[in-house]
């Protein structure tokens, strides 16, 4: 929270000190930052798990997107961690882009999760909650400081 002096009169006008070098940082913006690290830790351990996975892959892996190499995903796993951990800290520190980034990850995130709403109904609902919320929380509380 940033520490604020009272207003001080000035020639007849009151005016406002100017606040401190600390940002005054919301919760919503502490909870959006957390789950974009999360996340991106979650990213790591994808990652690790595709790097060192032996046993047989799944017939309709050679249609995927990025081809049928897990070591292709191990790599696409961890830029997306790179990206996540550092929107998340970026995010703390008042970043306009790190913010767009996290908007777009939570918007990806919850549309992620609803292929698996009719094998896993409650934590999908749970993932798209959390989705929205960090969009809501990036959206509605991290613009930039008004100027008095």
């Not at 009169?9 to 100017?18: D, P, Y």
Request: charged fraction near 15%; aromatic fraction near 12%.
């Amino acid at each position: 929270m940033a520490v604020r002096e009272p207003p001080v009169e000035q020639g007849g006008r009151r005016s406002r000190a100017m606040p401190t070098s600390r940002r005054d940082v919301s919760g919503w913006i502490v909870f959006a930052s957390v789950v974009l690290i999360v996340a991106g830790f979650m990213r790591v351990f994808d990652a690790i798990w595709a790097f060192r996975y032996n046993g047989t892959l799944p017939d309709n892996l050679q249609d995927a997107i990025f081809g049928r190499s897990l070591t292709t995903y191990g790599w696409i796993y961890v830029i997306a961690a790179i990206v996540l951990i550092g929107a998340g800290l970026l995010v703390l520190r008042g970043s306009q882009g790190a913010r767009w980034i996290g908007v777009v990850a939570g918007g990806l995130g919850a549309l992620a999760a609803m292929p698996w709403m009719p094998y896993y109904p409650v934590w999908s609902l749970v993932y798209i909650a959390i989705g929205v919320l960090v969009v809501y929380a990036l959206v509605a509380h991290g613009g930039r400081d008004e100027m008095p």
